[in-house]
């Protein structure tokens, strides 16, 4: 077909038939991507959506089966057929006619080359758009150049970093970079601004657009309905690998068909929601306090944190919002005693926790629990699932703890028999589950959530902000809550702190940040966010 740059014709995945997984996964699915045209993909975690996109790559588990046996069962790229490629055949297609941005960064790049060989990588594979070679400063040039596009801060410095020195919204974009620097046809994205902050993902957004006007296909899959919204010219809503609506996205949400897309836009976080009630004064004893927190790291030329200092008592909320890079999440690495800080302190129930040796700390680390925004890197790959969440309940004996597990399946929304996989075998937004799971396994008194929802869909992430309420409700729960999504901040935080290049430039209650923003960078948080 003239125009279309690929094309999905009745693809049926399934699992092995000796595994949890022995069900069909994707069930005939067809869909088209035009060039200048985004198609988004939505649903639920395990709907399929990256299934789908990965057979357009050929990065299908060896362990599933594609079953595409009738003639009209097809996958086309550039209206060429590429059902039963080789690997080898793969690799000149993938980074070449296909961009994939994947939501697992820190797995997408090399722990072992630096950022700006990363992004080249594609150049001196296939050379440019069109198959145009280029020479090693003709490529550094085009590196830095889609290095700015997708707004890396000192794209001269951070081009020399290693993948593990980077933030998790770094990192995202050094990927995005590496996937368009080519110039492909076209563009999977796979939830590609789940880990930026406001600003920068209107930037992505606008620079996805850009390609698209360009000619560049997108294939998008997310589950930011307002993202889905603003670029795309048609989604389909999957469930249980098969897709149940399609449409325009903006007729999607104004008026759905499906009984399952009026579930996800009932979901979507609202603007219009009670903000959480302020903090009474009379609480007076602080859980976790940190006073003058200064982190630097070698060669970044500025703090990643610097002079932080905040209050987070029982049963209630801080929230942690800023730019990706701004020291978000090394302030949750100092508050979880991964790091230590250059100076400053951290208290955990008004006793030392920062610099206070290991061994003295362990008695105390179930009061503390870390819900991190890369859970694939949380969890041991070698291990069951279910085993990592009953490590937590070692305590317990063996019938109490399994039926703990199978509690903490059910209160998380994942089918009790995923246990049995191991990390790589689930989607994002199901290792991000098992992630929560295993923290709540602890009944800590202190919850730190780094993006803790970022990968969820909106049902299941509406889901889970309700379990978290309630168990805050009922037992005192404090936590901090690191997060790009400002309508998700408003839910769940009594307080916010605003970060900019490792400082705190504003704080204060949730309704007052958000409704009366003192400085101007808070009001451009608050502009660029599609979700307030």
């Given at each position: ?256 068909q499906h009984e399952y897309t009026r579930m996800l836009v009932a979901a979507i976080p609202s603007s219009k929601a009670p903000a959480m009630p302020v903090v009474p004064a009379s609480l007076a004893e602080s859980r976790l306090t940190a006073v003058g927190l200064t982190k630097s790291y070698r060669g970044a030329g500025v703090p990643a944190v610097d002079d932080v200092s905040f209050t987070l008592e ?140 970022s990968a969820l869909d909106v049902s299941v992430q509406a889901d889970i902000l309700t379990l978290l309420h309630g168990i805050q409700q009922g037992t005192g729960l404090a936590m901090l809550f690191i997060s790009h999504d400002l309508a998700v901040v408003r839910e769940m935080s009594h307080r916010i702190l605003v970060m900019e290049g490792g400082r705190v430039v504003e704080e204060g209650e949730t ?22």
């Open positions: 077909m003239e125009g279309i740059v690929a094309e999905i014709r009745g693809l049926t995945i399934s699992g092995p038939a000796d595994s949890a997984l022995r069900r069909t996964l994707v069930d005939n699915v067809s869909l088209t991507v035009a060039a200048g045209e985004c198609v988004a993909l939505v649903g639920e975690s395990g709907s399929g959506k990256t299934l789908v996109t990965r057979s357009l790559v050929g990065l299908i588990p060896g362990e599933l089966r594609v079953e595409m046996p009738s003639a009209g069962q097809d996958l086309l790229l550039g209206g060429e057929s590429v059902k039963g490629l080789t690997e080898k055949q793969w690799r000149e297609i993938r980074g070449n006619r296909v961009g994939l941005v994947s939501q697992d960064a820190l797995l997408s790049l090399d722990p072992l080359r630096r950022i700006g060989k990363e992004v080249e990588e594609s150049l001196v594979v296939h050379g440019a758009r069109g198959g145009a070679s280029l020479n090693r400063t003709e490529r550094r040039a085009l590196a830095l150049k889609t290095l700015r596009d997708v707004r890396m801060p000192d794209p001269e410095i951070r081009r020399r970093a290693y993948p593990h020195e980077l933030s998790g919204g770094l990192r995202q974009r050094a990927l995005i970079a590496q996937a368009i620097v080519g110039g492909p046809s076209l563009l999977i994205a796979d939830e590609p601004t789940t880990a930026l902050d406001s600003t920068v993902q209107a930037h992505i957004l606008d620079l996805l657009l850009e390609l698209k006007a360009q000619g560049m296909g997108i294939l998008l899959v997310s589950h930011d309905l307002g993202l889905v919204q603003r670029i795309a010219d048609r989604a389909l809503v999957m469930r249980a690998g098969v897709v149940v609506e399609e449409g325009r996205p903006r007729d999607l949400v104004r008026d759905p029982p049963g209630t909320t801080l929230g942690v919002v800023g730019e990706s890079g701004s020291g978000k999440s090394t302030i949750a690495r100092l508050v979880m005693g991964i790091e230590a800080p250059d100076s400053g302190e951290v208290r955990l129930d008004g006793q030392p926790w920062s610099g206070v040796p290991e061994r003295r700390r362990r008695a105390r680390r179930r009061s503390i629990q870390l819900i991190h925004q890369d859970p694939y890197s949380a969890l041991n790959p070698r291990v069951t699932v279910g085993r990592s969440v009953a490590e937590a309940l070692a305590h317990l004996p063996a019938v109490a703890r399994r039926g703990r597990v199978s509690e903490l399946f059910g209160r998380v929304g994942l089918d009790l028999e995923l246990a049995r996989q191991r990390p790589g075998q689930l989607s994002g937004g199901q290792r991000q589950r098992v992630a929560i799971a295993r923290a709540l396994a602890a009944e800590p008194d202190v919850l730190v959530c780094d993006e803790a929802v309704e007052q940040v958000l409704t009366q923003p003192r400085t101007a960078f808070t009001r451009e948080l608050v502009a660029h966010s599609t979700s307030l």
